[in-house]
């Protein structure tokens, strides 16, 4: 596996399927891992962004006011019961909690902690928008770079169809319930059916 | 199979697992949908509420932001080309696009059409952020209303490891490439992972 620098005009495929996110951000020496459902692409133009819901009540949202950076990483299977810890758990009450988690750092990139093992990276900035960060927990975040592992991302494309199951990404429900992506298919409608209505 | 209302509590369950949405509205006789796959819970406390990016250019746009209010629905693997078909064509350009979808009514909601045969619907009202909107093409919706397919999902959760798998919610990517989701499993922490560390 070697990981490799994500074009960001199509950065959105590590996210547009849905799965469950981690998020990472470090003031400092002080760095801390929250898991996030609720991590969503923005826009790609001018700029690509994407948009998370943080509470104000995570650990990790300090690191993020403060540092003006956050990373979106999408963990893979092997890593369930580890995104599970992340998310049942604080930084408040646990001082120890990312001990012993591995980060690795991109080049240019040293206020961004990326979670090691993760499928995919997407390293943010803030965009400020204090309205949408007080009343809704709602942060904007320009990416700014992006990475993928291409055992299981290549070419612009996740390898679900042929890669180890255990690298697919999970889509958390609740109560400790996980999805996991299975079969896969490309549709190719005809033209009758572009048309709209089949009785025009 | 009953379509059953839905605890708003637990509204975020229709898409905590990302699947592709259709967005729907309608202003008079006026009816349109488009596909999005940027729709995204964003709080339950005040009120549930989810956002949804919806590009200025979208038809459906101008239904929102005339009726103030849209249908985020989760369509399930049976009705791919059709979801396909819907984000690939434009009411702009195509009149008749949705003279063949079929529409039904919530009591008390006459201005919410829902497009029939999905597996759940989330009944929105525009919170209205001009800045978002304008800057960004995001929109707030708060839920006002949630509805969920009981062959499908029922008691609070999605049936895919027992129902029908096509059923199953559809997972968009790019190109016409759809997953699907397949295996699911309940991750059960012990005491000691809780601990955050197991060198502590």
Redesign the interface.
Known sequence: MAIKPLDLT?FN?L?????TTLISAQVGADRNVMAC???????FFPTP?L?A?ISATNYTRKLIEQSGYFVVQVPTRRQ??TV??LG??SKNY?P??V??INFWYADGYPEHPLVADCAGWLLCKVIPEP??QNT???F?GEVLAAFADDEIFAD???K?ATAD?ELHSM???????????????????SEE????????
């Not at 459902?37 to 826009?43: G, P, Y």
């Not at 889509?171 to 298919?185: C, N, P």
Request: proline share 2%.
């Open positions: 199509i495929r996210i547009n399927h849905g799965p459902s609720w991590s969503c692409t923005l826009d962004k948009t819901v369930v019961r599970l810890r049942s758990t646990q120890a909690k001990d012993e309205h949408n809704y927990d709602l904007i612009g494309m996740w679900f199951k889509h958390y429900m609740t109560d400790g319930q996980f999805h996991y992506l299975g079969e896969q298919e490309t549709i190719v409608l059916e572009l048309k709209g209505t089949t009785k025009a």
